[in-house]
């Protein structure tokens, strides 16, 4: 079992509609989650962190953690095509400084 | 502030070779960590080093190295390269676990 799962996708969204993105991960004592964004052929940039139970919104993204369940989603609401990109999830683990543990990432596509 | 910085962009090798890459983290930020990341393994966490210390480490062979200076700029180093090798090489720098951030990457393609 990897430590951060997610579904490669794609995940193909028409303009304007909300995407869903979800992870999981495998130590429940994780305490530190994060979305990242990477384009094509550039580097992961960070979206939003999330340290606590419930939702965190910053414009139109939101965060949300369950650690009960071991589950981080990312909702991006009115998606644009300039959203398209790969969103990686990661997590630091108790004791791991800034060490970051990735998913695989999930490709999303928004169509016009 | 300037973002991070890699260099060089680009790099060919060969097998057998050994390679240094270079990062220079944003200004007062101490931690420095690397990442390779390939198709088929994703990006995977090589090594951290914060104030000249290296104080955590990947799964990676011996071959992989780094160090930092006391300007925090980072190097690696890989020796005796494998056609596996070939990846992108991320640093990222930050002063708190919330504000990592990457630098453009050094592509590396091992003939």
């Known amino acids: 079992q990897k430590e951060v799962e997610q579904n490669s996708g794609p995940l193909s969204v028409p303009e304007g509609a909300i995407a869903s993105l979800n992870c999981t991960y495998s130590d429940r004592g994780s305490q530190s989650f994060f979305w990242y964004r990477q384009y094509s052929g550039k580097s992961p940039e960070l979206i939003m962190f999330i340290y606590s139970n419930g939702d965190k919104e910053d414009g139109r993204f939101t965060a949300q953690l369950n650690k009960a369940s071991q589950y981080v989603s990312l909702l991006i609401r009115d998606s644009q095509p300039s959203d398209s990109a790969t969103y990686l999830c990661a997590v630091i683990r108790p004791g791991g400084y800034n060490k970051l543990i990735f998913g695989a990432g999930t490709r999303l596509a928004v169509h016009p | 502030k300037a973002g991070v910085t890699q260099t060089p962009r680009y790099l060919i090798k060969t097998r057998g070779q050994q390679v240094t890459l270079s990062c220079s983290p944003i200004s007062g930020h101490r931690s420095v960590s690397w990442y390779q990341q390939t198709p088929g393994q994703g990006l995977q966490f090589l090594f951290e080093?914060?104030?000249?210390?290296?104080?955590n480490k990947g799964n990676f062979p011996g071959r992989f190295s780094g160090r930092q200076f006391s300007n925090s700029r980072s190097e690696m180093n890989v020796s005796t390269l494998e056609l596996g090798d070939s990846a992108l090489y991320l640093c990222?720098?930050?002063?708190?676990?919330?504000?990592?951030?990457f630098g453009p990457g050094t592509r590396l393609l091992v003939l």
């Open positions: 080093y914060f104030s000249e210390t290296q104080r």
């Open positions: 990222a720098s930050g002063d708190s676990q919330e504000t990592q951030y």
